[in-house]
């Protein structure tokens, strides 16, 4: 994020300032609603942080975090964005599942092999971006995030994904490129509002039917999958109008 920083005692840009840790003075701001620290070569944060108890948007991305402190987990007024990429992380607080009403969350670009298994907590999810990371695994409990609208898992180690995500009825986006799913589970055919499938990059055996009944279904990206034009699904979606690139 390069945005100017921020006016008034509410919002502190402190954003590519190469402080290398968080000045002790930054915790004593409790007024605080906003808070980037972008760009520092931060290694390590205060569990002090647990008492910005104010903040709706809080930016960590771009650091060399290996950790970061449970203590995240009481920022329960974080109700906008929280970005955690491009770190070193290879794994999220278990207290982040208390982030009940935050609506944007980026962790991608971390060695992360594991997520909370009951991410599912995170209901108040509209975007979520866990690109190019190290997961082998998508937790089942994620098809209680009823509110999601983009998830972004592109880059990863998925060999399969959990029929829950049928339960993503608000999904709009899904991008899957570069993992190794040879196949979807059929309980995704539920997802009515479903617009853009990015399949790119994977080794998929055969394409489902159901994709031919996501009544929203305008671009499916099937590139550098195998998969051929002369399929009766590519044919069928390329007939009614969606983009088929293969």
Known sequence: MGEPAGRGPESLNLWNRGLGTVPEEVWDRTALRVLILAGNGLTGLSPRIAGLRRLHTLDLGHNALAAVPEELGELTGLTRFLYLHDNRLTELPRSL???????????????????????????????????????????????????LRELWLRGNRLTELPGSLGGLKELRELDLRGNRLTGLPDRMAGLPLLRRLDLRSNPLRELPEWLTGLPSLEKLDLRWTGADERSPVVRELTGRGCAVLL
């Open 97 to 147: 599942i208390r982030l009940t009403r935050l609506r944007y969350l980026n962790a991608g670009e971390n060695p992360l092999t594991a997520l909370p298994p009951d991410l599912g907590s995170l209901t108040g999810l509209v975007e979520l971006r866990l690109q190019h990371c190290a997961l082998t695994v998508f937790p089942e409990s994620a098809g209680a995030l009823r509110n």
